[in-house]
């Protein structure tokens, strides 16, 4: 494969020819639960209907147009995001690290507005991720992420541990332009921020003058139980960016900004491409509907709560914990064996897992999975989990 395609993401030699629901089939017809359904972008899980029908439907009217225009897909779903969130402004980008690209860049004019030069540093999390280009990598609070041969980094980004009390305390001053917070630090290992501490951390960056900003990336459109994972947090983020599951497994990403952050942005500010274009935004309107249907997110949290549960009761002595919220599961597993050997062997046998941190198998399946799938694919990891253990 890597002769055709560079092999830069280390990928299994797998060629998956089509889906349904959370399964998945091979080329050569094997069959494998999706446990991660593209890395938690497939929120509906694959060839749903409603979705199919609305991008087939779309892509008979426009797939794109210049950005020097308005589309009616773009104006609809943007009027549905804002009403949903209670953001007041939003710009769409193509991905997550094109999001929190456009939420640094807000956040440096904004420092700058209301402090000059002095004000540049923005803060994230220890153990956080946010993307893959260069100012998302410096911003991602993981030295692994940080190899020599990409340097320099970008300047002024600075880190603070999650559930610190006491780091909050002197953390910030008139040189911090903003905090970034992951609401679950998913490629961190699917660490649980405290929300406490994330009101208190917003209200100390609140009383230095800077922005309070979420990287729902991961978490965002229902992946924990509801739209947004920062309104169970309580910490009311002046920006919040999205991308994964927004448009159910078309590119997308968006960035919103309310209160003191709206208006920062003006014309020529940020711009790309494909931002916004009409077959995304008619896909991402399908998924906001559907989500808001009634018992979508309780039937999200049932089925996590589930899956953690039935996962604690083997007592497996591999098993160090399992956490995360809704459809967000991590699985930490014991010192001496590695997560990345669970993970082949779980795809030999037929499901789709991932991993995440040092020490961590993740699971992000589909947001419609079935009870039937659910059971399908945690007998494959038992399974699996029972040999590592012997």
């Known amino acids: 494969m890597e002769k055709k395609v560079v092999n830069n993401y280390g990928s299994f030699e ?28 497939n929120a509906l899980g694959h060839n749903y209907k409603p979705l199919v029908k609305a991008i087939q439907k779309q892509a008979a009217k426009e797939i794109h147009i210049s950005n020097y225009y308005f589309s009616d897909a773009g104006l609809d779903f943007a009027q549905k995001l804002l009403e949903v969130t209670g953001f007041e402004g939003v710009y769409f980008g193509n991905s997550g690290a094109e999001a929190n ?5 807000l956040a440096r004019k904004y420092g700058y507005l209301n402090g000059g030069e002095k004000r540049r540093v923005i803060y994230t999390l220890k153990q956080s991720f946010h993307g893959r280009t260069l100012a998302t990598l410096t911003a991602t609070g993981q030295d692994k992420f940080h190899p020599a041969c990409f340097g320099p980094y970008a300047e002024h980004f600075k880190t603070i541990a999650a559930n610190d009390f006491e780091a909050i305390k002197t953390a910030f001053d008139e040189t911090t332009a903003a905090i970034m917070i992951e609401c679950v630090q998913g490629e961190g290992g699917v660490n649980l921020i405290d929300p406490e501490w994330a009101k208190a951390c917003a209200d100390a960056a609140r009383k230095a003058g800077a922005l309070v900003m979420a990287d729902e990336v991961q978490t965002g459109v229902g992946r924990t139980g509801a739209y947004l994972a ?28 309310r209160k003191k952050a709206a208006g920062v942005f003006v014309a020529g500010d940020h711009q790309s491409t494909f931002a916004g274009n009409p077959l995304a935004c008619r896909a991402a309107l399908t998924v906001i509907e559907t989500l808001e249907k009634p018992g979508f997110y309780e039937r999200v949290k049932e089925a996590g709560d589930r899956i953690r549960k039935e996962i604690a009761s083997w007592k497996n002595p591999l098993v160090l914990d399992v956490r995360g919220k809704g459809l967000m599961i991590g699985v930490q597993i014991k010192e001496g064996t ?9 795809m030999k046998q037929g499901l789709c897992v ?21 059971d399908e694919g945690l007998k494959i990891f038992k399974a699996v989990m029972e040999r590592f253990a012997s």
């Not at 089509?18 to 359904?37: A, E």
């Open 101 to 105: 690209e456009a939420a640094f860049k």
């Open 14 to 41: 797998t060629v998956f020819v089509k889906g349904k629901g959370s399964t998945l089939w091979d080329k050569d017809n094997k069959k494998y639960i999706d446990f991660i359904s593209g890395i938690g972008c």
């Open 230 to 257: 920062s309104d169970a947090l309580g910490f009311e983020p002046d920006v919040v960016t999205l991308a994964k599951s927004i448009a159910g497994g078309i590119p997308m990403g968006a960035c919103l900004f």
């Open 354 to 374: 991932s991993t995440a941190g040092s020490d961590v198998v993740r699971f992000l399946p589909p947001l419609v999975i079935s009870d039937k799938e659910i």
């Open 338 to 346: 590695k997560p990345f050997d669970i993970e082949v062997e779980c």
